[in-house]
């Protein structure tokens, strides 16, 4: 059984600060991974995606790869309180699937 | 507009009745899938569709039947509804680099 795991929080952090929001997985083979932004009520948005290992940034997102300790981490830079949501990661092992973690809830106090 | 769009929103019916929630998308991917989402469990994969008239089962596929006789619909039904599948239904389809796009969900209620 592939899986994915992250902490369910909730995580609470200070406006301005930076929210580290992180994901393990247990098959080595992995090839993609993705991170989703989920609003209450809403359907989940794509905000980073990551294929080697190292770090990606777009704007205040960075995603960080490191495939031989199998994780992979979103750091938000300036949390702002409309960054309050459940943040999903997702992993897809080479089959046409993605398999899901449970989510992160991530609340920014203003 | 370009996108995937879900029917209905929402959704209340009687246990023992048959609903369809209807899913479209104009990005003409080949893959689509329907997640259902509850509250501790996460995003779980129902069925998925490769392409037209190829299908598959997910993780949690007991009670749904789906179909795709068009690339662009990938329609779910529950042949006779049960409260354990109260839910919010996700369409989504999958773009050239395996990231998923979903639909704005459609929240079923089985009293």
């Known amino acids: 059984q592939k899986e994915v795991e992250q902490n369910s929080g909730p995580l609470s952090v200070p406006e301005g600060a930076i929210a580290s929001l992180n994901c393990t997985y247990s098959d080595r083979g992995s090839q993609s991974f993705f991170w989703y932004r989920q609003y209450s009520g809403k359907s989940p948005e794509l905000i980073m995606s990551i294929y080697s290992n190292g770090d990606k940034e777009d704007g205040r997102f960075t995603a960080q790869l490191n495939k031989a300790s199998q994780y992979v981490s979103l750091l938000i830079r300036d949390s702002q309180p409309s960054d309050s949501a459940t943040y999903l990661c997702?992993?897809?092992?080479?089959?046409?699937?993605?398999?899901f973690g449970k989510g992160t809830k991530l609340t920014v106090n203003p | 507009d370009a996108g995937i769009t879900q029917s209905p929103r929402y959704k209340i019916t009687e246990t023992g009745r048959q609903v369809t929630l209807m899913c479209h998308q104009t990005?003409?991917?080949?893959?689509m899938f329907w997640y259902r989402q509850d509250l501790g469990h996460g995003l779980r994969l129902i069925y998925y569709?490769?392409?037209?008239?190829?299908?598959d089962k997910g993780e949690v596929p007991d009670g749904y039947v789906v179909s795709r006789s068009k690339t662009e619909n990938f329609p779910l039904t529950l042949e006779s509804a049960t409260r354990s599948q109260t839910s919010v239904y996700f369409c989504?389809?999958?773009?050239?680099?395996?990231?998923?796009?979903f639909g704005e969900g459609s929240r079923l209620t089985v009293l």
């Open positions: 569709s490769a392409a037209a008239d190829i299908t």
């Open positions: 997702a992993v897809n092992s080479g089959s046409e699937k993605l398999v």
């Open positions: 990005w003409s991917h080949s893959y």
């Open positions: 989504a389809s999958r773009g050239i680099t395996g990231e998923l796009f």
